[in-house]
């Protein structure tokens, strides 16, 4: 006889591998309804996109196909979360509700916590595992490393294990489809978001945009090859972290000294580790303290008296402040979600030091525009680039210099920037006035220095140093944290043959 009947909760989650819900329903003999439920209070938050709502969209599509093949199936919903399994229940009386931890922004926290409240109200037995290394509700710092080792460095996935369903359960999940209603038209340059795509992207790193990560990944021209390109899959858990730590530990292992290359194969996969690391620990941070979403970690930066002029955010979000590199990113994000770290610390920069737009004001446009959009990662990085953590240094990027270093003979720019197309490089980089394109909408070696001495100010009083030190010990990464770091890279050639990513290299033409 079954003992019970597990609904398994798919938020961030949407896989069979690595699947601690999956396994555990397996081991206590349940059978299992996965759930997928489309919330309105989520999809309508400022944070949301259609981009993202088309990416949970396809991976749990996927997901479904996946159990069909299996023999069983999913129950899509849609509406608040609590409301639906409520109608649930009256019709299937589940004794156990599991699902993965997430750590996301303030409705999904509340909602977290409401479901918990509901299931123990009802005697229903609630479960949340962990996918990653981050702790529920905080860790101390000097702990992070041991977490890290002991949920992914020593442990591997988790394989698929046998999915209980019979055909009453499926014949109800089979009723329920993708509510009309949200189809979204998916953009040709989306990034494709399902568990099986998650394997192919992490293979062709593996076998051969891997050798380009270290050095590659700093240009917008070379990064969407040379980036492993997992930031979707990891943000909506079409794989997870320990899935890809030991795969590509395994090809360390395999490498083989005298095979061309190894060196250089070496340094890239360990440099693509340490990233994958700082994952966790920006996510932890936020774990640790959800406040972060609306104010700084450090007291002593809440107040910065940022203009936030309308028409300047406008230009920003537009792609028109007269910036080409800085325009040619946020039009690139609008249309493939996509930018690698370089060009989006700089666009934050520009906004905060430059435009004096408050990083709160730029956040919801940004998370927007980011296919893989993960709150843990995003806002603590949205505070570093504004230079209000209070122990990094201020780093202000210079648009110009940056355009100069990364994109010298202009692609990416005039690939985003149809205004620019026939327009020579050294013009561009000159900094001429262009026909058909605005003027700079700011000075920037001028406003950059106002906002630079203000935040300097404020580091340097004896009470923010002290203030400092207690938000460090508390958030600061810790020295063996990094031992996977490696020294500064130098930049490569570019992969040559065709690579999975290819039709959104910055190309020429568009
Ligand atoms: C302002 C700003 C906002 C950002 N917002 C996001 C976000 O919402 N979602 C997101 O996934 N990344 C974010 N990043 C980090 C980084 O830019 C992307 O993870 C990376 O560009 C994705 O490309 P990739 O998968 O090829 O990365 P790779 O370089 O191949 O890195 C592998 C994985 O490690 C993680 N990672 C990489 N860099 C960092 C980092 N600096 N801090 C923490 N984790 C990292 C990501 O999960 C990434 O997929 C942000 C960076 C900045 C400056």
């Not at 798919?10 to 997928?36: I, M, S, W, Y």
């Not at 997870?240 to 030991?246: D, E, G, N, S």
């Amino acid at each position: 006889m079954i003992p019970g009947t597990a609904v398994i909760w798919v938020k961030r989650d949407a896989r069979l591998a690595d699947n601690a819900c999956l396994t555990e329903a397996d081991r206590l003999g349940l059978e299992v309804l996965p759930f997928f439920c489309f919330e309105p209070s989520v999809l309508e938050a400022d944070d949301t996109s259609a981009m993202h709502r088309h990416a949970q969209w396809q991976a749990v599509e996927h997901l479904r196909h996946q159990l069909r093949r299996r023999g069983a199936d999913i129950l899509i919903a849609h509406g608040e979360v609590v409301d639906k399994l409520a109608k649930l229940r009256e019709r299937l009386p589940f004794t156990h509700l599991f699902a993965h931890q997430e750590t996301g922004n303030a409705i999904t926290y509340q909602r977290d916590l409401a479901v918990a409240q509901w299931c123990r109200e009802r005697g229903i037995t609630y479960r949340e595992f962990p996918q990653s290394s981050v702790r529920r509700g905080g860790v101390n710092r000097d702990r992070l490393g041991e977490m890290w080792r002991s949920r992914i460095a020593d442990c591997g996935p988790l394989p698929v294990p046998p999915i209980r369903q019979l055909a009453a359960l499926r014949e109800l999940a089979a009723t329920t489809g993708f509510p009309g209603l949200l189809r979204v038209t998916p953009e040709e340059a989306w990034q494709p978001v399902s568990e099986a795509d998650a394997l192919t992207t992490l293979e062709d790193f593996l076998a051969r945009r891997g050798l380009w990560y270290r050095g590659g990944i700093s240009s917008p021209n070379s990064a969407f090859t040379a980036g492993s390109r997992l930031s979707v899959h990891l943000a909506w858990g079409t794989i997870t972290a320990r899935q890809v730590w030991h795969r590509v530990r395994a090809r360390l292992a395999e490498l083989d000294p005298a095979e061309p290359h190894a060196g250089r194969w070496r340094k890239s996969l360990q440099a693509f580790l340490s990233r994958l690391y700082w994952r966790d620990h920006f996510t932890q941070r936020l774990e640790s303290e959800p406040a972060l979403e609306f104010r700084s970690i450090h007291p002593f930066y809440r107040d910065v008296p940022y203009q936030n002029d309308g028409a300047l955010h406008a230009a920003w979000r537009e792609g028109l402040t007269g910036y080409p590199l800085v325009d040619a990113v946020m039009r690139c994000l609008a249309a493939t979600g996509f930018v690698n770290f370089r060009m989006r610390a700089m666009v934050v920069s520009f906004a905060c030091h430059v435009l004096h737009l408050d990083w709160r004001l730029i956040h919801p446009h940004l998370a927007r525009v980011f296919r893989d959009y993960d709150p843990g990662i995003h806002l603590n990085q949205l505070q570093m680039q504004a230079g209000v953590v209070g122990w990094n240094a201020i780093r202000v990027y210079n648009p110009s210099k940056q355009l100069a270093d990364w994109d010298p003979d202009c692609r990416f720019v005039r690939r985003w920037l149809p205004e620019l197309r026939d327009q020579p490089a050294e013009r561009i980089l000159g900094g001429e006035p262009l026909p058909e394109y605005p003027r700079p909408v700011v000075p920037f070696a001028y406003r950059a220095k106002q906002m630079t001495d203000y935040l300097y100010g404020i580091r340097k009083t004896t009470e923010a140093k002290a203030s400092t030190t207690a938000v460090y010990l508390r958030h600061g990464s810790r020295r063996k944290e990094q031992s996977f770091r490696t020294k500064r890279p130098k930049r490569p050639a570019p992969p040559s043959g065709p690579t999975l990513f290819d039709h959104l290299e910055g190309g020429e033409g568009r």
